[in-house]
């Protein structure tokens, strides 16, 4: 995953976990899985559909470089820390 690194001061594998993680939980991901793939994140999880039985469907999404970038710079910004 060199291509999301660049041009970062500071950052690994744990940020962008803590990130991703954050961001699944906001939008209702369970049993996620997460690929990485040479334009980004491929996340592909549980969620609800709404339905009276609480169902659930597979949604798969493919986070680009970009995104994950603009998803960490929203977590620094909520903890404080510089990108």
Do not use: S
């Not at 690929?35 to 680009?64: H, S």
Request: charged residues 30%; proline residues 0%; hydrophobic residues 30%.
């Amino acid at each position: 995953m060199q291509k999301l690194f660049q041009g970062m001061l500071k950052t690994d594998y744990q940020d962008v976990l803590r990130t991703i993680g954050h961001y699944a939980d906001q939008h209702g991901f369970t049993g996620i899985r997460l690929i990485e793939t040479e334009d980004g994140l491929i996340l592909q999880g549980k969620v609800g559909t709404g339905g009276a039985r609480g169902e659930k469907k597979t949604e798969t999404y493919l986070l680009t470089i970009q995104d994950v970038r603009d998803l960490m710079r929203e977590a620094y910004t909520r903890r404080g820390t510089k990108l």
